[in-house]
């Protein structure tokens, strides 16, 4: 089966950040500053990107803004005629440098939120004084004219601001916001205890999102994303393994999804040693789990099966050992009654500690 073209690139420019947020999807064995690739290698690969049929690019991290050359990489995005994103916590770019990037032809923000307090935003980033520059990026972004999305990354300890989260998005002038409760793969995975919301919590916040839709509709458009540990049929991750997105890592690694590289059984290709065409046309990593020939039952008899393909295949591997398993998130998995015992187990008994996301914690040292 020859796949249709990816309908966009996620360019994970860096793995350096300010933030230390302990759900963060990078993986644990984050990439050094030396290890990233060049500025030319960028534009390489950007360019390889459009002319693979991709039609945006979001630059993200880490903090893509840790980039000096982020004007560049924005420039030649626009010029090989690719729609592009920034997602960003804000933290780092003063409005003087976002005209510039709207200057070279940057389309869209999306600005992260970690709570709608200092005290809390900040304890759960891990820096302080990060949520008050992230309200003046907010209004720099609007005043520079760029169209913004609030994220809000849920859980355990901030879903009570959930209200005041929506009110927010309003308030700095957001037309989309996502309400996306933590997934669990890297640094996640790691926090589970001290991240996962009960079921009451999230019965009550899926209210909150319905009724609050509906009050808003025209004003703010809302995504939810339920947490998987809770549901009953797996979501179609990424819109399927290696169907409609890819991604490259700091150092060049092309992935199928931003948290591909959990699954360690998997050997990824590289940008820098083979065209982009090639890895997404015949990579190893991308064809392994790309259409339907490699499931398992019962998905292969399922009828959802090019509905959902099969699910997260970074949550089979984190909770089974074997990424081609069935995704523990489909009630018909014969580990989803376990995952759900180990969700109600850590919403009731997790405590409040982080392992923050920093390079001390993971699995390398920095070299900057």
Same mark, same amino acid.
Request: contains cysteine; glycine residues 8%; proline residues 5%.
């Given at each position: 089966?020859?796949?249709?073209?990816?309908?966009?690139?996620?360019? %994970?420019?860096?793995?350096?950040?300010?933030?230390?947020?302990?759900?963060?999807?990078?993986?644990? !064995?984050?990439?050094?500053? =030396?290890?990233?690739?060049?500025? %030319?290698?960028?534009?390489?690969?950007?360019?390889?990107?459009?002319?693979?049929?991709?039609?945006?690019?979001?630059?993200?991290?880490? %903090?893509?803004?840790?980039?000096?050359?982020?004007?560049?990489?924005?420039?030649?995005?626009?010029?090989?005629?690719?729609?592009?994103?920034?997602?960003?916590?804000?933290? *780092?770019?003063?409005?003087?440098?976002?005209?510039?990037?709207?200057?070279?032809?940057?389309?869209?923000?999306?600005?992260?939120?970690?709570?709608?307090?200092?005290?809390?935003?900040?304890?759960?980033? +891990?820096?302080?004084?990060?949520?008050?520059?992230?309200?003046? /990026?907010?209004?720099?972004?609007? !005043?520079?004219?760029?169209?913004?999305? =609030?994220?809000?990354?849920?859980?355990?300890?901030?879903?009570?601001?959930?209200?005041?989260?929506?009110?927010?998005?309003?308030?700095?002038? #957001?037309?989309?916001?996502?309400?996306?409760?933590?997934?669990?793969?890297?640094?996640?995975?790691?926090?589970?205890?001290?991240?996962?919301?009960?079921?009451?919590?999230?019965?009550?916040?899926?209210?909150?999102?319905? =009724?609050?839709?509906?009050?808003?509709?025209?004003?703010?458009? @809302?995504?939810?994303?339920?947490?998987?540990?809770? #549901?009953?049929?797996?979501?179609?991750?990424?819109?399927?393994?290696?169907?409609?997105?890819?991604?490259?890592?700091?150092?060049?690694?092309?992935?199928?999804?931003?948290?591909?590289?959990?699954?360690?059984? *998997?050997?990824?290709?590289?940008?820098? %040693?083979?065209?982009?065409?090639?890895?997404?046309?015949?990579?190893?990593?991308?064809?392994? /789990?790309?259409?339907?020939?490699?499931?398992?039952?019962?998905?292969?008899?399922?009828?959802?099966?090019?509905?959902?393909?099969? +699910?997260?295949?970074?949550?089979?591997?984190? @909770?089974?050992?074997?990424?081609?398993?069935?995704?523990?998130?489909?009630?018909?998995?014969?580990?989803?009654?376990?995952?759900?015992?180990?969700?109600?187990?850590?919403?009731?008994?997790?405590?409040?500690?982080?392992?923050?996301?920093?390079?001390?914690?993971?699995?390398?040292?920095?070299?900057?």
């Amino acid at each position: 089966m020859i796949p249709d073209p990816p309908f966009a690139l996620l360019a %994970e420019l860096t793995h350096r950040c300010p933030l230390q947020c302990p759900y963060c999807s990078n993986p644990l !064995d984050l990439e050094r500053a =030396a290890k990233e690739m060049t500025t %030319e290698e960028w534009c390489g690969a950007i360019r390889q990107a459009a002319a693979l049929g991709c039609m945006q690019v979001h630059f993200s991290g880490g %903090e893509p803004t840790a980039r000096p050359d982020l004007e560049l990489l924005v420039s030649e995005a626009a010029a090989a005629g690719l729609y592009t994103n920034l997602i960003t916590s804000g933290v *780092l770019c003063d409005r003087a440098r976002l005209k510039r990037l709207a200057a070279a032809g940057l389309e869209h923000v999306q600005l992260s939120f970690q709570g709608t307090t200092a005290s809390l935003a900040d304890r759960i980033g +891990g820096h302080a004084g990060g949520h008050e520059k992230k309200l003046a /990026f907010a209004q720099d972004v609007r !005043d520079t004219g760029l169209p913004l999305t =609030a994220n809000f990354v849920v859980h355990r300890q901030n879903v009570h601001q959930l209200d005041d989260m929506i009110g927010l998005a309003v308030l700095i002038g #957001a037309e989309r916001m996502e309400i996306a409760n933590v997934q669990y793969y890297g640094w996640a995975l790691k926090n589970r205890a001290a991240l996962m919301p009960s079921r009451a919590q999230l019965d009550r916040m899926t209210g909150q999102v319905a =009724a609050t839709r509906e009050r808003l509709k025209g004003i703010v458009t @809302i995504y939810f994303v339920v947490p998987d540990y809770y #549901a009953r049929r797996p979501k179609a991750c990424m819109g399927g393994w290696g169907r409609r997105f890819l991604n490259i890592s700091p150092s060049g690694k092309v992935l199928p999804c931003h948290a591909a590289e959990s699954i360690t059984s *998997l050997t990824f290709d590289t940008v820098r %040693e083979k065209p982009l065409a090639d890895i997404w046309l015949r990579g190893s990593a991308f064809q392994a /789990f790309r259409g339907t020939g490699w499931m398992p039952e019962p998905c292969r008899s399922c009828d959802r099966k090019e509905i959902d393909w099969g +699910g997260c295949r970074c949550q089979a591997f984190a @909770i089974t050992g074997d990424a081609a398993q069935t995704d523990p998130a489909c009630a018909l998995s014969d580990d989803h009654e376990s995952l759900v015992l180990t969700a109600l187990e850590d919403a009731s008994t997790g405590g409040d500690d982080f392992v923050y996301r920093n390079f001390r914690t993971a699995k390398v040292l920095p070299e900057f």
